[in-house]
C-alpha cells in the first residue's frame, strides 16, 4: 500500500509539472503572437507624419479700380455774387458791392463778412485774407466808425462811372497778367454817403482782380474775384 501511495504522489507530481510546462509553453506563444502583430512603438516614432497637402486656388477675379479725375474745386458762389465766365461783369459787380454798405441793418462784421465772402483765396497764398482787410478799410469804413454810422442811420451807395481793363491800363502793359485768365480792371466809383442829416458824394478809384476760365486756379465755368485795391499807391492805372 505504500508503495502505491508513492507511485500516485510521484505521478501527482509529474502531472502537476506537465501541466506547468503546458501552460508556460503557451504563454510564450501567446506573447510572441502578440508582438508579431503590434507594430514596432519606435517606428512610430521615428517616422515623420506626411507633409500637409496645400491646394492652391485661383485668386478672385477683382474689378478694375474707378480712377476718379483731379479737379480744381469748385468755390461756392456768395450772395448777389453773379455765376458769370464775363470778367468785366463781375468786376463791375465787385466794385460798387465793395463800396455799398448799410449800418441801419447791418453789423459791421456782416459787412465785412460779405466782401471776404467774394475774395477767392488763390492755391499759392498770394493774395492772403490780410491783405483784403487792409484794402477794405482804406474804402473808408472801420469797426469803430460803422458802429457810429449805425446810431446816425447811415448807408452808402455806389455806381460805376468809367472803367478800364487790362490793355487799358500802361501798368498792364509794362507788366501783364502772369497767367492766362488773371484780368485786372480800375474803377471810378459815384459814391453817396446817406446821414440822418444829408448825403455826402465823392468819387473813388478801385482796381478788381478777376481770375477766369482758363486759369487753372479758376473755377471751370466762371470768373471769381482774387483781389482789390482801394489804397491809393496801389490802385491799377
Known amino acids: 500500500m505504500s508503495q502505491i501511495a508513492r507511485t500516485v504522489r510521484r505521478l501527482a507530481r509529474r502531472r502537476k509539472v506537465i501541466v506547468l510546462v503546458a501552460i508556460v509553453a503557451a504563454l510564450i506563444a501567446a506573447t510572441g503572437v502578440i508582438f508579431a502583430t503590434k507594430p514596432a512603438a519606435t517606428d512610430a516614432l521615428s517616422t515623420p507624419p506626411p507633409p500637409a497637402t496645400t491646394r492652391a486656388t485661383a485668386p478672385a477675379t477683382l474689378p478694375p479700380a474707378v480712377v476718379i479725375p483731379k479737379t480744381e474745386p469748385n468755390t461756392v458762389l456768395a450772395p448777389d455774387e453773379p455765376n458769370t465766365a464775363n470778367y468785366k461783369t463781375l468786376a463791375t459787380a465787385a466794385a ?12 459791421f462784421s456782416a ?16 493774395n492772403p485774407m490780410a491783405v ?10 472801420t469797426a469803430a466808425s460803422f458802429a457810429s ?4 442811420r447811415a448807408y452808402r451807395t455806389a455806381s460805376v462811372s468809367t472803367s478800364a481793363c487790362d490793355e487799358q ?22 459814391v453817396t454817403e446817406h446821414q440822418a442829416g444829408g448825403a455826402n458824394s ?4 478801385l482796381s478788381v482782380m478777376v481770375n ?3 486759369a487753372a486756379n479758376a473755377p471751370v465755368d466762371r470768373c471769381v474775384m482774387v483781389g ?7 490802385i491799377v492805372y
Open 111 to 126: 459787412v465785412y463778412e460779405r466782401v471776404r465772402s467774394w475774395w477767392d483765396v488763390l492755391p499759392d497764398g498770394s
Open 96 to 107: 460798387e458791392m465793395i463800396y455799398t454798405w448799410d449800418a441801419r441793418n447791418s453789423t
Open 202 to 205: 465823392y468819387s473813388a478809384p
Open 132 to 141: 483784403m482787410a487792409q484794402e477794405f478799410q482804406a474804402t473808408g469804413v
Open 212 to 214: 477766369c476760365p482758363p
Open 149 to 152: 454810422l449805425s446810431g446816425m
Open 169 to 190: 491800363l500802361a501798368q498792364v502793359k509794362q507788366y501783364p497778367a502772369p497767367w492766362v485768365g488773371l484780368h485786372v480792371c480800375t474803377f471810378t466809383l459815384n
Open 228 to 234: 482789390f485795391y482801394a489804397s491809393p499807391d496801389r
